[in-house]
């Protein structure tokens, strides 16, 4: 989850985002890619969606984003699609880190936008690279706790264009959460150095 403020290019308003990432391995003819791969991601705001998913290939979804600071510094944030809670993300016990952060891995895509007219056919597919880089992001604080997440399990009627992505995402076992951090940052890059990876 990741609440961003101060956007340049939305004139300094902001947005949320929900997202869900798998580590992963992109074997292409002529290079070799370990990463993050970014299965989806919703936030709250049209426009970064539409730039992001058509522009930059990310797998990009809308839905209302809240974030909910408790008595106890703990935060819970959830996703809903008009009203319909799909997903809560809790962080609790939260203290200041004293090891480093771990290092930042590149997130892998899969841009798929579908051809008109020709169901099944896509004009384009293919995988995409956010390269770990970030040298203008300055971390000022974080903190590490305890975490968990929970997604339910909806019908066709409570999420009729998000409740196939939902449900499967909690059908998905899920091992100890080990750990769960809060980090509070500035700066960006414009993601320019994105690029599509060479599948052969």
């Not at 956007?7 to 292409?28: C, E, H, I, M, N």
Request: include cysteine; glycine fraction near 8%; charged fraction near 20%.
């Amino acid at each position: 989850a990741q609440h961003r403020q101060n956007v340049d290019w939305l004139a300094g308003r902001g947005y949320s985002t929900l997202g869900v990432k798998f580590p992963a391995v992109f074997q292409g003819r002529s290079e070799t890619v370990e990463g993050d791969y970014l299965a989806v991601l919703w936030e709250n705001l049209a426009d970064p969606i539409l730039s992001g998913r058509e522009e930059l290939g990310y797998a990009k979804l809308w839905c209302e984003i809240d974030e909910t600071v408790q008595s106890d510094n703990s935060r819970l944030f959830s996703g809903s699609w008009l009203g319909r809670s799909f997903l809560e993300l809790r962080i609790s016990g939260l203290i200041p880190a004293i090891e480093a952060a771990p290092s930042r891995r590149p997130l892998l895509h899969y841009k798929y936008i579908p051809r008109t007219g020709c169901p099944g056919e896509a004009d384009a597919a293919y995988a995409v690279m956010t390269p770990a880089e970030n040298p203008t992001l300055i971390v000022e604080e974080r903190l590490v706790g305890s975490g968990e997440a929970h997604f339910h399990r909806s019908t066709w009627e409570q999420l009729p264009t998000l409740f196939h992505i939902v449900n499967a995402l909690a059908d998905l076992p899920l091992g100890t959460v080990r750990s769960a951090s809060l980090t509070i940052s500035r700066g960006g890059k414009d993601l320019s150095d994105q690029r599509i990876l060479d599948a052969g």
